[in-house]
């Protein structure tokens, strides 16, 4: 969801929680909203907003789930995993192919230690250099799939950077 650039704080909050609002309660698709601004602009301040506004809406269910994914700084080898090789039956053969130990920490990896409803907050997006990562993130930000991990329902994606 884009912004003006003279958006404010309070106005990226009020929209990103309208948007989950209207997504959990209507099933409207969700867009997954983007704030840029200079170190020290308040990001982080403002998804706590987000957080402190959907606990104060649907805190009845639960906690909100919260999990940070700091773009910038992050390997190929810590989005898919870590491979190890399997035997798969393709047509009466055998054949080994690699599957991926999935990142543990990623929201619906253990179903059991994920919260019903949550943000998935990509930080340092502008920061990204390996192109294996934008794609991967991008994939993630446009259909709420990485590989083989998909996000969870109920789960929203926030992403913040700094400006260039």
């Known amino acids: 969801m884009g912004l003006a650039p003279e958006a404010t704080i309070e106005e990226f909050v009020n929209i990103t929680v ?8 209507y099933q409207v698709p969700y867009t997954p909203t983007y704030l840029e601004g200079s170190s020290g602009a308040g990001k982080s301040t ?20 919260y999990f940070q994914f700091k773009a910038g700084t992050q390997t190929a080898q810590e989005l ?35 919260q019903k409803i949550g943000i998935f907050h990509i930080d340092e997006l502008t920061s990204m250099v390996d192109d294996q990562i934008k794609s991967a993130v991008t994939e993630l930000i446009l259909e709420g799939k990485m ?18």
């Open 18 to 25: 309208s948007s989950i609002v209207a997504s959990l309660s």
């Open 46 to 65: 403002s998804i706590n907003y987000i957080m402190k506004g959907l606990q104060a809406i649907y805190g009845h269910i639960g906690e909100i789930g």
């Open 80 to 114: 898919w995993g870590v491979p190890f090789p399997v035997d798969i039956n393709d047509n009466g053969n055998i054949v080994k192919v690699s599957k991926y130990l999935k990142n543990e920490e990623f929201p619906g990896v253990i179903p059991s230690k994920t």
């Open 147 to 164: 590989a083989d991990y998909t996000l969870p329902p109920g789960w929203f994606i926030v992403c913040t950077g700094n400006e260039k």
